[in-house]
């Protein structure tokens, strides 16, 4: 066991005492002072053992995210001293903040099933201050969780959630257009993309608490092969449930009515602490199975601050939970209980199937298979691809061929027409004629009749012709080669022949 985990459970043996203590005994009033300070400044002490690191702090900021972790250890040591308090002097002490309070509640805390008809106005009159709480309060759970999916999920869970309990808190009880439209459609999903836009548009890192990045289908996500992040997936959601229900809980316990600004105070340490704890478990989650986690350790100091004050907010809730007046002491149906220990014993056989099953993910991922399936991944082995990643590729191709053929065509077209073209040219250059010159046309008109001489065909003498052109004196030089031109005769021939 390492000293990391040692002072681990030293904080939680002491602080699991603490509570017992406090949940147990029940004394004067001044004997319950004395024990809640001595057990708030030995929890105090015991946190101081933890180790302290600037993980979930900003650059820039440390100074003052330090200042919001100790703004939530006060509330953690205010609501230690406060059970071990009797119920009426827990609920007397709020007079000295707000001297309203110390009474019974009533307003504020009714039903909202009285008129369940589908109509505009009771609609309009569902829009009150727990709508706006429902809007900031998921925008600021986005801004802490990070992750569409888990988000929406959650949204819906909520839901259930206050169908599975309106028995004992009749403020959960709702019409169903109420369920769905106010508060998932109308609240919840427009908080969820507030927040994501919010967390894209200023650069903030999301989270992927199902491992499905880089993934090519469900069943290759990371949150059903690694334990650790299977877990800290499970844990997330017991976190934020209990934070949903110990937030109305333990307001009917000390008498605090829906709009007193004390459960303003209360998000906000949850919203600050849940900021810097969720960002530790992501961390964990995310290096678990890597080399990086041995090069750089993840603590859990602010995780077990939030599960100090959900253990407390719990314990002060049922402890404190007679005489508010707006609980009910009702059995839970079966039919309400059987799916939520059913679904729990699933979750908790298969969080330990995973966590001692053979090729399971190690720490640091140094175990022989984890080594051969990095080696296997480097040597470029991938798994098969998946019926919609085939479909992709083949689309692709088809895509392709076609593509291929249109330029094939295109270019058979492109070749054609400057064929034509060619063609043309060729043409017209070799049909084009030149006009002769006048000696050359008389040189040519020579030979031909000296052709049909030779051939016996009689020849119009160049008298006839004359009468029939125009007269032109020639030129002397045009005479000399005229006759230079002029074809010997052959001995012992006529002149006509």
């Known amino acids: 066991m390492t000293f990391a985990y040692r002072k681990q459970i030293f904080f939680a043996l002491i602080f699991g005492v603490i509570i017992y203590l406090g949940y147990k005994e029940d004394n004067t009033s001044a004997v319950n002072s004395k024990r809640g300070i001595l057990a708030a400044a030995l929890v105090l002490v015991a946190q101081g053992t933890m180790t302290q690191y600037t993980g979930p702090f900003t650059k820039g900021f440390e100074a003052l995210w330090r200042g919001i972790s100790r703004y939530t250890v006060i509330y953690l040591v205010i609501l230690i001293f406060m059970l071990y308090q009797t119920a009426d002097d827990a609920r007397q002490l709020l007079k000295y903040l707000y001297p309203e309070l110390g009474k019974p509640v009533s307003k504020g805390m009714h039903t909202y099933d009285d008129n369940c008809e589908f109509e505009l106005g009771n609609l309009w009159d569902n829009i009150d201050?727990?709508?706006?709480?429902?809007?900031?309060?998921?925008?600021?759970?986005?801004?802490?969780?990070?992750?569409?999916?888990f988000l929406h999920f959650w949204s819906v869970l909520d839901e259930l959630l206050e169908l599975s309990w309106q028995h004992i808190l009749p403020h959960f009880r709702e019409c169903w257009w109420d369920h769905i439209i106010v508060d998932v459609l109308g609240s919840n999903t427009p908080g969820i993309i507030l927040g994501m836009l919010?967390?894209?548009?200023?650069?903030?890192?999301?989270?992927?608490?199902?491992?499905?990045?880089?993934?090519?289908?469900?069943?290759?996500?990371?949150?059903?092969?690694n334990h650790r992040r299977f877990g800290g997936l499970c844990a997330l959601y017991l976190i934020v449930t209990a934070n949903f229900l110990c937030g109305f809980f333990i307001m009917n316990s000390l008498w605090i009515p829906p709009k007193n600004l004390i459960n303003i105070y209360r998000l906000?340490?949850?919203?600050?602490?849940?900021?810097?704890?969720?960002?530790?478990l992501h961390d964990d989650v995310e290096t678990w199975g890597t080399?990086?986690?041995?090069?750089?350790?993840?603590?859990?100091?602010?995780?077990?601050?939030?599960?100090?004050?959900?253990?407390?907010?719990?314990?002060?809730?049922?402890?404190?939970?007679?005489?508010?007046?707006?609980?009910?002491?009702?059995?839970?149906?079966?039919?309400?209980?059987l799916p939520w220990i059913i679904s729990s014993a699933i979750l908790v056989f298969y969080y330990l199937y995973l966590r001692f099953k053979k090729n399971r993910v190690t720490k640091y991922g140094d175990s022989p298979w984890e080594i051969e399936a990095r080696k296997a991944q480097a040597a470029g082995t991938t798994a098969a691809p998946s019926k919609s990643e085939k479909k992709k590729e083949k689309a692709a191709a088809a895509?392709?061929?076609?593509?291929?053929?249109?330029?094939?065509?295109?270019?058979?077209?492109?070749?054609?027409?400057?064929?034509?073209?060619?063609e043309k040219t060729r043409s017209a250059a070799k049909n084009k004629k030149t006009e002769p010159t006048p000696v050359e046309t008389e040189i040519t008109d020579a030979r031909k009749r000296w052709n049909k001489r030779k051939a016996g065909e009689e020849v119009e003498s160049p008298e006839i012709q004359a009468q029939e052109t125009p007269?032109?004196?020639?030129?002397?030089?045009?005479?000399?080669?005229?006759?230079?031109?002029?074809?010997?005769?052959?001995?012992?021939?006529?002149?006509?022949?």
């Not at 007269?471 to 022949?497: H, M």
Request: aromatic letters at 12%.
């Open 129 to 149: 201050h727990y709508y706006a709480m429902h809007l900031f309060g998921w925008f600021f759970t986005t801004l802490m969780i990070r992750d569409t999916y």
């Open 198 to 225: 919010f967390i894209k548009k200023t650069g903030l890192r999301e989270f992927d608490w199902l491992g499905r990045k880089g993934k090519k289908s469900i069943k290759d996500w990371d949150v059903l092969h």
């Open 268 to 280: 906000t340490v949850w919203f600050t602490l849940g900021a810097m704890s969720i960002g530790e």
């Open 291 to 337: 080399e990086k986690r041995r090069q750089t350790p993840i603590s859990n100091e602010y995780r077990w601050i939030v599960c100090g004050v959900m253990a407390l907010e719990t314990v002060i809730s049922w402890k404190f939970r007679h005489g508010t007046g707006n609980l009910l002491d009702n059995p839970t149906p079966l039919y309400i209980s």
């Open 399 to 422: 895509i392709a061929e076609v593509k291929q053929k249109v330029e094939e065509k295109i270019e058979t077209v492109q070749q054609t027409i400057n064929h034509n073209h060619e």
């Open 471 to 497: 007269v032109r004196v020639p030129e002397e030089d045009e005479w000399r080669t005229v006759a230079s031109t002029k074809p010997l005769r052959r001995k012992g021939k006529s002149k006509r022949d």
